[in-house]
């Protein structure tokens, strides 16, 4: 199964950066493996808040749903950005069935 990314690109006419991230969406039902991709341009010292704890520019192992980051340059004007991780996962489906017994045989199932 092929998993499907997003980009966004966040631009803050207050600030001389650009903030471009890119989803992957979590494709499994136990251990979360979402990751979200930033690249800042132009490159330079960056300082990372993320929602969920992190303060890497990148981040993985992530379960669906909408993480923020807030992005900081060596002048201290920050920026801030939201990004989804979507959720790719088919979920097994439970299927059953009934067989009825003729009363002159005996049947294991």
């Known amino acids: 199964m092929a998993a499907a990314t997003t980009s966004a690109t966040?631009?803050?006419d207050n600030t001389s950066?650009?903030?471009t991230g890119i989803t992957t969406e979590n494709t499994s039902c136990l251990?979360?493996?979402?990751s979200i991709s930033l690249t800042i341009t132009p490159?330079?010292?960056y300082a990372f808040s993320w929602s969920n704890?992190?303060?890497?520019?990148d981040i993985n192992n992530l379960a669906s749903g909408s993480y923020s980051v807030t992005v900081?340059?060596?002048t201290s004007c920050s920026s801030v950005a939201t990004f989804t991780v979507g959720?790719?996962?088919?979920?097994?489906?439970?299927?059953?069935?009934t067989i009825n017994a003729n009363c002159s045989q005996s049947m294991v199932v």
């Open 43 to 45: 490159s330079g010292s």
């Open 72 to 74: 900081t340059d060596a």
């Open 17 to 19: 950066f650009t903030i």
């Open 87 to 97: 959720h790719n996962v088919v979920l097994p489906s439970l299927m059953t069935s």
């Open 53 to 57: 704890g992190a303060s890497l520019e």
């Open 10 to 12: 966040i631009i803050n």
């Open 31 to 34: 251990t979360p493996n979402g």
